[in-house]
Nanobody
């Protein structure tokens, strides 16, 4: 009943910027923590950044700290990841994750949802 869809990935040159978006849809009444993760070819999925409800706090992986910024728009059920000064090692599939409060058969419940990912390739 809840779907997360990422967008904004693409092929860019080193030093470029990209902004990823993740929109949640469904019978949603609230979203708690939102997060971005990435998985490079042949590697395990890793945390990129998380943001608490209402944006009260954020957390970043050391590898991207100072270059990426996570934000959210609760009115739009959307998470963003602003990526600057991209490096070839940032090449990966980027996934969003949200802990979503939704109504299912007239019952309120909370579940964790993942999007299918958007690919970012940084190459000259």
């Amino acid at each position: 009943q809840v779907e997360l869809v990422e967008s904004g990935g693409g092929l860019v040159e080193p030093g470029s910027d990209l902004r990823l978006s993740c929109v949640a849809s469904g019978n949603i009444f609230a979203i708690a923590e939102m997060g971005w993760y990435r998985q490079a070819p042949g590697r395990e999925r890793e945390l990129v950044a998380t943001i608490a409800p209402r944006g009260t706090s954020t957390n970043y992986a050391d590898a991207i700290k100072g270059r990426f910024t996570i934000s959210r728009d609760d009115a739009k059920n959307t998470a963003y990841l602003q990526m600057t000064a991209l490096k070839p090692e940032d090449t990966a599939d980027y996934f969003c994750d949200m802990f979503v409060g939704h109504v299912n058969v007239q019952l309120k419940r909370w579940d964790d949802y993942w999007g299918r990912g958007t690919r970012v390739t940084v190459s000259s």
